[in-house]
């Protein structure tokens, strides 16, 4: 991730984390690496996507120096993790538990009260994850994936610390 000299030091992120920073359009580079490391060809955001949903009204993101990201928005009472990233080689080092609770965090504090987000059916790391922070299923999305892998929608309720809840 040596590109992230190329661009403004990111400010330190609010709460705990670990040296979790904001990240804003110009680190656009630094996150598309990231999540080009992550996934698959098919389904790793460009730098110009990263930068355009950085750019929107309600989006921010957040980036972890040792090579994890996440990219959310919020809208009204309502919040949404677009995609959460950590490198492989980043991988089991807690970095997408300290992505995923400064995410919940900042959604709060911006007056959402529900985190929404899509996580293929297949993926039992990522899916632990996100069960073990509050979040449960409350959709499917059939054939959401490019591969044609199913997506499970999981909801985590942020109105109480700790407490997620169902549609």
Known sequence: MGEQSSVDAPKQADGQGGGLQEAGPAHAGVLAAIHAAA??????????????????????????????????????????????????????????????????????????????????????????LYASAGFVPVGKRAGYYADGGDAIVLRADLSRPGAAAGG
């Not at 993101?61 to 009204?76: D, E, N």
Request: aromatic share 4%; proline share 8%.
């Open 39 to 128: 996934f698959p060809p098919p389904e790793a955001w460009s730098e110009t996507v990263l930068a355009g949903l950085l750019a929107q009204p309600g989006c921010f993101g957040l980036l972890h120096p040792a090579g994890g990201m996440v990219l959310a928005r919020t809208a009204g009472d309502e919040a949404e993790i677009l995609t959460l990233a950590v490198a492989p080689t980043a991988r089991r080092r807690g970095i997408g538990a300290a992505l995923l609770g400064a995410t919940r965090d900042r959604a709060a504090a911006r007056g959402a009260t529900a985190l929404f987000l899509e996580v293929a059916a297949d993926n039992a790391p990522a899916r632990a």
